[in-house]
């Protein structure tokens, strides 16, 4: 059992749509994390709160807006996506910014039309 | 610019038997993390073990161990007998160890292992 839950689970979207992913960690952790793993690429960080601050963008296109309302929960609003940001969308949360251990969710599968 | 390199995209293994898979990186820090993290088909990537660039000592996890080669920049994985619950994909990743990038886990691209009953 994972203490990281990510919903849903899978997502298909048109371009023109706009939805979220989210996000919820149970473990009490103060850092939580965006990550993009498409095929045959490395993982890529996307962004990066603390105390939902957000600490860390890696020069993330504007179509991905992320939401901290807690440090419980993290939100990534999707929206005019690309069919080239069709991928495996990763949380992960440490128990802060600075912890080497990151503990990872399952994943929304994302299929842009 | 860190980089991770897995050159075996796919191996298998034989039930019972031993495994090793590699992991070489580039960096001209003298510390960092190093991980190996599995994600089986359920998606969802777990730490199997970690190792300290000062530490000497290979880290031993269970049935899993690594063998770290700190001029080599060599950093390999082995499983010991094998089961049926290993197949997955295995990532190596890196870090620095004053979280430069915060909790950028610098990872390569994975090498897929089956284990054959």
Redesign the interface.
């Given at each position: 059992e994972?203490g990281v839950t990510q919903t849903p689970r899978h997502l298909v979207m048109g371009m023109t749509n706009k939805k979220s992913l989210k996000c919820e960690q149970h473990l009490g952790h103060n850092?939580m994390?965006w990550y993009k793993q498409s095929a045959?690429?490395?993982?890529e960080?996307m962004f990066?709160y603390?105390l939902e601050e957000r600490?860390?963008n890696?020069s993330v296109p504007s179509r991905f807006s992320p939401e901290c309302p807690n440090s419980s929960h993290l939100f990534l609003h999707l929206h005019t996506l690309q069919p080239e940001d069709s991928a495996?969308y990763?949380c992960?949360s440490?128990q802060d910014?600075?912890n080497?251990?990151?503990?990872?969710?399952?994943?929304t599968?994302l299929s842009v039309l | 610019a860190q980089t991770v390199t897995q050159s075996q995209p796919e191996m298998s293994v034989q039930e019972a038997e031993t495994v090793t898979l590699s992991c070489t990186y580039d960096t001209s820090e003298s510390n960092y993390y190093l991980f190996w993290y599995k994600q089986p088909p359920s998606r969802q990537m777990i730490l199997v073990i970690r190792q300290e660039a000062y530490k000497q000592q290979n880290a031993t996890e269970n049935r899993f161990s690594v063998n770290f080669q700190k001029a080599a920049k060599s950093f390999s994985l082995k499983i010991s007998d094998s089961q049926l619950g290993d197949t997955a994909m295995y990532f190596c990743a890196f870090r620095d160890f004053y979280g430069g990038s915060q909790g950028n886990l610098i990872f390569g691209k994975g090498t897929k292992l089956s284990v054959k009953p």
């Open positions: 994972t850092a994390y045959k690429k490395p993982l960080l990066v603390s600490v860390e890696n495996l990763l992960a440490s910014s600075t080497e251990k990151l503990f990872f969710g399952s994943g599968q | -």
